[in-house]
């Protein structure tokens, strides 16, 4: 099946520094690869769309300058944390759409492992 | 402005039981919807879906059934096994539109 991976899967890091988060489709192409952001006991929340080639499509509310996106091959997405902050501490999901969804009208994606973002 | 939502946050089922998950939605425009299940600092993983076309979907231990007019689905396992506690979200989606629009999940707990 498909596999997303993600990288790291945990980082630490001071307050004020920039992390960035590697997202890979492992097996198959992915055009479409979104990231999602989720709180404690709250549900994933979509950040952006990150299309291959072209500028990500933001979320109302998330900054663009703050979540950094690229999207340069069919296989890699990268989410960069500018000037992270204690706020910016949460779980960081990334997914892509299948590759050959079920059914008609599918949007079946399949989810990286996710990383666990902690800022000092 | 929550379009997905899941009202129970836990549900715990004895083993061999049936699970059922909720899940409403408000959006008339979501034509599919998916269930995802959760187990801590993973991600999501793809369990089942249903398009709105049909009101049932079968696969395996997994029954979704979907209820367009009560904007109501809900996930049935059965039996229950101690590997299905984790957290399920139920997603919905429509059709041209990739993103998904996840609820608030539900941690279910199967009791050996």
């Known amino acids: 099946g498909a596999v997303v991976s993600q990288h790291p899967s945990r980082v630490i890091c001071k307050s004020g520094t920039s992390v960035k988060i590697e997202c890979r489709s492992l097996?198959?192409?992915?055009?479409?690869m979104f990231w999602y952001r989720q709180f404690p006991k709250k549900s994933l929340m979509l950040m952006a769309t990150s299309n291959e080639g072209s500028k990500a499509t933001y979320e109302q509310g998330v900054e663009k300058d703050k979540f950094l996106i690229n999207h340069a091959s069919l296989t890699l997405s990268t989410l960069t944390v500018t000037s992270a902050h204690p706020e910016d501490s949460s779980f960081y999901i990334c997914?892509?759409?299948?590759?050959?969804?079920?059914?008609?009208?599918?949007?079946?994606?399949?989810f990286g492992p996710g990383t666990r973002l902690t800022v000092l | 402005d929550q379009q997905v939502k899941q009202n129970s946050p836990s549900l715990s089922v004895q083993e061999g039981r049936i699970s059922i998950l909720n899940c409403d939605y408000t959006?008339?425009?979501?034509?599919?919807f998916l269930w995802y299940k959760k187990y801590p600092a993973e991600g999501p993983t793809f369990l089942i879906s249903?398009?709105?076309?049909?009101d049932k979907n079968e696969d395996g231990r997994f029954t979704v059934f979907l209820n367009k007019s009560a904007k109501h689905l809900s996930l049935h396992i059965v039996p229950s096994q101690p590997g299905d506690s984790a957290v399920y979200f139920c997603a919905a989606s429509n059709f041209g539109n990739e993103k998904l629009t996840f609820g608030t999940g539900t941690r279910l707990t199967i009791i050996p």
């Open positions: 249903i398009s709105s076309i049909k």
């Open positions: 959006n008339s425009m979501f034509d599919y």
């Open positions: 997914s892509a759409r299948a590759p050959n969804p079920r059914g008609q009208g599918a949007n079946e994606q399949f």
């Open positions: 097996d198959f192409q992915a055009t479409t």
